[in-house]
């Protein structure tokens, strides 16, 4: 059993910032990339930030210069420190983690249960 909880998510004002946390827990074995995405009303789901397990990131072009993905390998946990957010980051953010649970069994894709983040004008 895998599981991934987000936390942090809330209602911020234009300009504030928030941080995201999510925590990996089950049989673990080795957690390989790592990343937040976000799906707002009536929209497809879209990357927001990667990270890989040697520190490499990836962000959307809209979040760039303003978020910041981070891992934590040791306590298993993701990051995203949110800053200067707009109306238009308002969504619900979803963790994902691709996780090998033994040896010698294929990695799999887990999700977690989203976190909604409501930014206001």
């Known amino acids: 059993q895998v599981q991934l909880v987000e936390s942090g998510g809330g209602l911020v004002q234009s300009g504030g910032s928030l941080r995201l946390s999510c925590a990996a827990s089950?049989?673990?074995?080795?957690?390989?990339?790592m990343g937040w995405y976000r799906q707002a009303p009536g929209k497809q789901r879209e990357l927001v930030a990667s990270?890989?397990?040697?520190?490499?990131?990836n962000y959307a072009d809209s979040v760039k210069g303003r978020f910041t993905i981070s891992r934590d390998n040791v306590k298993k946990t993701l990051y995203l420190q949110m800053n200067s957010l707009k109306p238009e980051d308002t969504a619900v953010y979803y963790c994902n983690a691709e996780i090998q649970e033994r040896v010698g069994v294929r990695p799999n894709d887990y999700w977690g249960q989203g976190t909604q983040v409501t930014v206001s004008s």
């Open positions: 089950g049989s673990i074995f080795r957690i390989n990339a």
């Open positions: 990270i890989t397990n040697g520190g490499y990131t």
